[in-house]
């Protein structure tokens, strides 16, 4: 027997025209928002910036939005169109990259790693053999990926590019006289022999990257990234130097707080508060012969925390839980998810390896994978117009604000936070986001397969 929402899933795929919600009345409270000349000038250079994005021009639709909220903040419908513009701009920028942009902007990231690797070669004690094997190790992997990249990057952009190239000499060879076709031909051949070398340089490399699949190191990142996708999260790399975890801990602070702390200054807080603690930590202590530390060895050891790169563990994960009131959440690729201070209001996501440098351990920041698609401006913007909307009860733009971020969620497989916000939408009157909700809902896939059946029997003459 069906059950009333299941009888509403129907009805809107026998009536799609309808509202999905139409058996829950929607609330009849008007728009809290007082006309006025500062929204009446917002709503004019959005009609602007709409037209903007209209004719290519994105740059100025972004600008002509941005206005629009400087002079009406509290206009809920200026961040929505900014948002859905900053992420067409996203798009478009990656679309159009050019071969001469895209050489640029690797020079400028080569820089950048070039600055990064000094950062780890300096961060070697002089006569720490293990540790230089470590950061040498580090060096390489880095040197190596980001080589893989750009040659993956200039590969693609290069594909079009030469198919043309390709075809014009092929035209031109055609109508050339016997001299002019030997040139060519010597010039095909360095071109052959320069893609050939390419050729087997990229077999190499997918060689050595099949065999680095096989390896503990990708088999626990692969875990780690399967975790953290479900929280709509990715690994975000810090660097290796027996800082690690404090640089993840500095990272996720900064973008989730707004907290500006470097490693140092969590390591001096650290030391700090497990002095000040010392019951809380000491008897989890035990030294290189298994023997619980004595007052004066754990004083050293909070010491070492402030002055040296020692590691740091769970310990220090618990005192800076402690210290700046967050809950800690690490993921590994092993066992359960490690959660310190789960008390606390906010929570920060950082990521555990016990293989991925020659030593083993290593922790990672994180980041969400949600802005590789929809940038943080954007994001903020969406977020903007949904509160805004709720607050002056504008359903119109909130409907398209819910739907904008719906659609994105569910591009990133978060279906169930998708459907919730369909369905708020859908409430609201927003086609397109019934056609969602109907869509995602398993009885009505069953429903539209029944139906479809029965057209194709009424079509072919037979009984149903």
Known sequence: MSNRNDERVLNAILNPNTPFEDSEPKSTTESKYEANSAIDEAKSLEIEGVKAAQAGDLKKSIETFGKAIEIA??????????????????????????????????????????????????????????????????????????????????????????????????QKLSGSTDIKAEKISKSQKRREKKEKSEHEREKAISLQEIENQKGPAAIELKKIKEKLLKKNLKVKEVISDGNCMYYAISDQIKTQLSVNKTFQELRDLTCDYMLQNTDDFQPYLTNDDGDFLGIEEYREYCHNIRNTPVWGGQLELKALSDVLKVSIEVVQGEGSNIVIGEDQKNRLVIAYHRHMLGSGEHYNSTEPKIFSLFTIEAWKDLEKAINLSKEFNDQKVLALALTQKGTILRLKGRDDEAIDCFKVASSCGNSFAKQQVVSMNPYAALCNQMLSDVFEKIKKGESY
Do not use: M
Not at 73 to 91: C, M
Not at 94 to 99: A, I, K, Q, V
Not at 112 to 125: A, C
């Open 73 to 170: 903040p509290h206009w809920a419908s200026s961040y929505n169109n900014r948002a859905q513009a900053l992420r067409l701009s996203g798009d478009t920028d990656r679309n159009s990259e050019t071969l001469e942009s895209l050489t640029n902007r690797h020079r400028k990231e080569k820089k950048e790693l070039q600055t990064k690797l000094q950062s780890l070669k300096k961060s070697v004690t002089k006569g720490d053999k293990k540790k230089k094997k470590e950061i040498d190790a580090e060096i390489e992997k880095l040197e190596r990926e980001f080589e893989e990249r750009c040659t993956l990057e200039i590969k693609n952009i290069n594909q079009s590019t030469k198919q043309c190239d390709e075809k014009f000499n092929e």
